[in-house]
């Protein structure tokens, strides 16, 4: 992970601890690691958090493992799948209509952010905001 994909996660990982008003020790009891890893996983000073530890976070912060993976980066954009097919698979109880407006919504508003990146000057990267 990189600097700045390691600060991500770690900006990540004190959002979900502090929604659910667990203090560092909390989470660390929670999840059976030391606090001390909590601390430097949240300051960004992890790079590459174990899967067992990854396994552990998502357990106490009841979270989908595969969201902490993908922000600790052992799963990349590549390996995702395209947005309709994911859509069409997590909302499958949604009408198709409903999918496919929300698909639209996703695609439109990418489409503008790179828009606004392309008139400033900028290059668009898609994992910087």
Do not use: W
Request: net charge negative; aromatic share 8%.
């Amino acid at each position: 992970m990189t600097d700045e994909a390691a600060r991500c996660f770690g900006e990540y990982l004190r959002d979900l601890r502090t929604q659910r008003k667990l203090s560092v020790r909390g989470l660390a009891a929670r999840a059976g690691i030391d606090s001390g890893t909590v601390t430097r996983l949240e300051q960004g000073g992890i790079h590459a958090p174990s899967p067992g530890t990854l396994k552990q976070l998502a357990s106490a912060l009841d979270v989908p493992l595969a969201d902490l993976f993908t922000m600790a980066e052992y799963v990349t954009a590549d390996d995702l799948p395209d947005l309709t097919p994911y859509l069409h698979t997590k909302f499958s109880h949604l009408p198709v209509e409903t999918r496919a407006a929300m698909a639209q919504y996703c695609y439109e508003q990418t489409s503008l952010y790179e828009n606004r990146q392309s008139q400033k000057g900028g290059t668009y990267e898609p994992n910087r905001e």
